[in-house]
């Protein structure tokens, strides 16, 4: 390692994206020498993610089985998982701390500087998905979360529309928008006419499967959906006219967006949607819900419908399955669109905030 080094202390959880997220971004940082702690948070990871995490050098990976702030029953368990994660900051001399759970920031005080990573939260979820006033289990994190982006040194999010409706929801400053990226996998496999994929965590109703369930029974072809259906808490997703093949490897997950000729997300709720840009660097034709994140990254290189017109996302995905030619330019423009959200770039730009913040003569020298 060389001499001035960053150090970088990082929370994750397996639970879905932010896991994606820390791996490709400690992977692409260790290329730069940054030696990166992740503190997990939530579930334990599975064979296959223990598997990417020991592919990076440097990496060490903690697993505090501590809850996550969604999965916390009260703010006492929160703040016993912030002191955790300080001292765990402290032992290893982080010269950052990147909390992709931000809230912890409302319970501790770090040595280091301290970004928040806006990913997702339970108040901007509410406004997408419910609407009206919090119920008492979210208002307290809500309030936790609100406390912690304002005790952070910076704040970024993936998405300029993400961006925008936290600064609204919790009356910060809106946060710096670094684009999400994923790391390109390429995957040989031949391209089938009729097949109809999504992904992601399918018991969330923030991502709206019921549309698409009730859309799948009006067409001619299966709808293949991957991914878990009961959340760490016991949400269970009622889906019946969808296949469903449960939560796959990453590897797995790559071949069905190599082999599919469309891929569809619904979602009402979506920071940014990291399955969506893996099916367009795969060159999967995109169906959308017309949603303000889909509309800022994609508008121009994918089909819209509105989230809940079931009859109208059946009709867009009829039609680029009877329009193979259609469905492949669709496909060309996404997978050129997909060329601007990079793990490089993503890398780049959290390093360079890192710096910033750290600003030791040490990390000076390193950067110069």
Same mark, same amino acid.
């Given at each position: 390692?060389?001499?001035?080094?960053?150090?970088?202390?990082?929370?994750?959880?397996?639970?879905?994206?932010?896991?994606?997220?820390?791996?490709?971004?400690?992977?692409?940082?260790?290329?730069?020498?940054?030696?990166?702690?992740?503190?997990?948070?939530?579930?334990?990871?599975?064979?296959?993610?223990?598997?990417?995490?020991?592919?990076?050098?440097?990496?060490?990976?903690?697993?505090?089985?501590?809850?996550?702030?969604?999965?916390?029953?009260?703010?006492?368990?929160?703040?016993?998982?912030?002191?955790?994660?300080?001292?765990?900051?402290?032992?290893?001399?982080?010269?950052?701390?990147?909390?992709?759970?931000? /809230?912890? #920031? +409302?319970?501790?005080?770090?040595?280091?500087?301290?970004? @928040?990573?806006?990913? =997702?939260? !339970? %108040?901007?979820?509410?406004?997408?998905?419910?609407?009206?006033?919090?119920?008492?289990?979210?208002?307290?994190?809500?309030?936790?979360?609100?406390?912690?982006?304002?005790?952070?040194?910076?704040?970024?999010?993936?998405?300029?529309?993400?961006?925008?409706?936290?600064?609204?929801?919790?009356?910060?400053?809106?946060?710096?928008?670094?684009?999400?990226?994923?790391?390109?996998?390429?995957?040989?496999?031949?391209?089938?006419?009729?097949?109809?994929?999504?992904?992601?965590?399918?018991?969330?109703?923030?991502?709206?499967?019921?549309?698409?369930? /009730?859309? #799948? +029974?009006?067409?001619?072809?299966?709808?293949?959906?991957? @991914?878990?259906?009961? =959340?760490? !808490? %016991?949400?269970?997703?009622?889906?019946?006219?969808?296949?469903?093949?449960?939560?796959?490897?990453?590897?797995?997950?790559?071949?069905?967006?190599?082999?599919?000729?469309?891929?569809?997300?619904?979602?009402?709720?979506?920071?940014?949607?990291?399955?969506?840009?893996?099916?367009?660097?795969?060159?999967?034709?995109?169906?959308?819900?017309?949603?303000?994140?889909?509309?800022?990254?994609?508008?121009?290189?994918?089909?819209?419908?509105?989230?809940?017109?079931?009859?109208?996302?059946?009709?867009?995905?009829?039609?680029?399955?009877?329009?193979? /030619?259609? #469905?492949?330019?669709?496909?060309?423009?996404?997978?050129?669109?997909?060329?601007?959200?990079?793990?490089?770039?993503?890398?780049?730009?959290?390093?360079?905030?890192?710096?910033?913040?750290?600003?030791?003569?040490?990390?000076?020298?390193?950067?110069?």
């Amino acid at each position: 390692m060389k001499r001035g080094a960053l150090r970088l202390l990082m929370t994750t959880d397996a639970v879905g994206g932010v896991w994606t997220y820390a791996i490709d971004l400690a992977s692409e940082l260790a290329k730069a020498g940054v030696r990166t702690t992740l503190a997990m948070m939530g579930p334990s990871p599975g064979p296959d993610q223990m598997r990417e995490a020991r592919g990076i050098p440097g990496l060490q990976l903690i697993d505090t089985v501590l809850p996550l702030d969604w999965t916390a029953r009260e703010p006492a368990e929160l703040e016993a998982a912030a002191r955790t994660v300080t001292d765990l900051a402290r032992r290893h001399r982080a010269d950052v701390v990147h909390l992709n759970s931000p /809230a912890l #920031a +409302a319970y501790a005080r770090f040595e280091a500087p301290v970004i @928040g990573a806006c990913h =997702s939260c !339970v %108040g901007t979820w509410w406004d997408a998905v419910r609407g009206g006033d919090l119920p008492e289990d979210l208002a307290w994190r809500a309030e936790a979360l609100a406390k912690g982006y304002a005790a952070c040194d910076a704040l970024v999010a993936p998405s300029l529309a993400f961006a925008e409706a936290t600064a609204a929801r919790y009356g910060v400053a809106r946060p710096r928008v670094i684009h999400n990226g994923r790391r390109l996998s390429i995957d040989e496999q031949p391209r089938s006419d009729r097949v109809i994929f999504t992904s992601g965590r399918l018991w969330d109703a923030g991502k709206n499967l019921a549309a698409l369930d /009730a859309a #799948a +029974a009006q067409l001619d072809v299966p709808v293949f959906a991957a @991914g878990p259906l009961e =959340s760490p !808490v %016991g949400e269970r997703a009622q889906l019946s006219h969808l296949h469903l093949l449960g939560r796959l490897p990453q590897a797995e997950v790559a071949c069905w967006t190599a082999h599919a000729q469309v891929f569809v997300s619904t979602a009402l709720y979506e920071p940014f949607g990291l399955s969506v840009l893996e099916a367009a660097q795969a060159r999967c034709a995109l169906v959308l819900s017309d949603i303000a994140t889909f509309r800022e990254l994609w508008d121009g290189a994918a089909v819209f419908v509105p989230a809940t017109d079931e009859d109208a996302l059946a009709r867009a995905l009829q039609s680029l399955l009877d329009d193979p /030619a259609m #469905a492949r330019r669709l496909g060309e423009a996404a997978q050129a669109r997909a060329g601007l959200y990079t793990v490089q770039s993503m890398a780049a730009g959290m390093l360079d905030l890192y710096r910033a913040l750290a600003r030791t003569p040490a990390l000076e020298e390193a950067a110069a």
